[in-house]
């Protein structure tokens, strides 16, 4: 028990910082001509809280010591997994401060869309949870409760009444197991959005990425933030080649890594440019078979990126519509349950009691 509540300790710590705010600040400060070291220096001076001032005097530390920015990020766990990959790219550019703003951009992006998406993702958690509620009420309390006053009556009722719970019993386990597929899904595309953890994220991405739909949105992101480090590679001069191995190394989606490896390998053997399924879509293949300088290619590449950030956004709207729409109706299919248990079964009570006064034969 200390052992959890520690670890729920640090979890909520954790949680505190807000890396989009940590990185405003370190980017300001590399604007006015100082270094990362100084900008931790400043938010050490100005943490909320002693635990908070600790943390940054670690990364402080850790960067006096010769660790990168994102190896120091890791070691304390203070930002998503995707953050800390593509700070780690930043790192490797020509130019770490407009590195950088691209970053801070793509979190703005995000924290403006969870914004916005707030009554998409609040309305399905309020269904889901009420669905939840009379899942536990019916299956724990109203159907062995009923089944507890049939025994009073005769055996005729008794079994008609079991067999219409039965019925009660196998609808609530449909629903308890619609509940845990939609209201999953669900959660774990939001964590793997919008959480702030770098273990929690990194955990409810991978497996959204193996779940069909939420793959494509996390995808889309992903490619959104990779591709728009890319052009800030290329158009600060740094090679197509060296580009693409810093990005193999900073991605988490395997099929963007396979393609960029199968792409390095063709242009180190044959000097050829792959326009590989996995990251151009027939549109973006036509617009990059013009390019001929890195800056070229650069510019086609935020635009690439610029495409996929669009459609991650009107996929994930797409996807909290469904959703709603389906936590409205497993909602609806719980006041059914409700209905079928408590008030057909007073009706059916009733009603064997007046056949039995008839004389009728079960």
């Given at each position: 028990m200390r052992f959890m509540s520690?670890?729920?300790?640090?979890?909520r710590f954790i949680m505190k910082i807000n890396i989009l705010t940590m990185l405003k600040t370190l980017l300001f400060t590399l604007q006015n001509g100082k270094n990362i070291s100084s900008g931790m220096q400043i938010l050490c001076k100005t943490a909320k809280s002693s635990k908070e001032r600790k943390i940054y005097t670690k990364i402080y530390d850790d960067i006096k010591d010769g660790n990168s920015f994102s190896d120091a990020l890791a070691k304390q766990k203070i930002s998503s997994i995707d953050i800390i990959e593509f700070i780690a790219m930043a790192e490797k550019s020509v130019n770490f401060k407009s590195s950088l703003e691209k970053i801070v951009h793509y979190l703005e992006v995000k924290e403006t869309f969870k914004r916005e998406s707030s009554d998409k993702t609040s309305l399905p958690t309020i269904y889901f949870l009420i669905a939840s509620i009379v899942?536990?009420?019916?299956?724990?309390?109203?159907?062995?409760?009923q089944i507890e006053r049939s025994l009073q009556y005769s055996q005729e009722i008794v079994n008609l009444i079991s067999n219409h719970l039965a019925i009660a019993q196998l609808l609530t386990d449909i629903l308890f197991m619609s509940l845990i597929i939609f209201a999953g899904y669900f959660l774990i595309l939001l964590i793997a959005l919008f959480d702030k953890s770098y273990t929690i994220q990194y955990m409810a991405k991978k497996i959204a990425l193996l779940l069909p739909f939420a793959s494509i949105i996390v995808v889309k992101f992903e490619k959104f933030a990779l591709f728009s480090m890319l052009s800030e590679m290329l158009s600060s001069g740094i090679t197509?080649?060296?580009?693409?191995?810093?990005?193999?190394?900073?991605?988490?989606?395997?099929?963007?890594?396979?393609?960029?490896?199968?792409t390095l390998t063709s242009i180190k053997r044959d000097g050829k440019f792959i326009f590989h399924s996995y990251l151009y879509d027939d549109m973006e293949k036509e617009l990059l078979a013009g390019t001929g300088s890195s800056k070229q290619l650069g510019l086609v590449m935020n635009e690439i990126s610029q495409r996929a950030k669009a459609d991650a956004m009107e996929l994930s709207t797409k996807f909290f519509r469904m959703i709603t729409f389906i936590s409205i109706f497993l909602m609806a299919f719980a006041v059914f349950i409700e209905f079928y248990t408590i008030v057909l079964t007073q009706i059916i009570i009733q009603k064997g009691m007046i056949d039995a006064s008839k004389g009728v034969a079960f």
């Open positions: 520690c670890w729920r300790a640090k979890i899942v536990i009420a019916i299956k724990f309390f109203a159907v062995p409760m197509y080649k060296n580009a693409l191995e810093s990005a193999i190394n900073s991605t988490s989606v395997n099929k963007f890594k396979i393609a960029m490896i199968q």
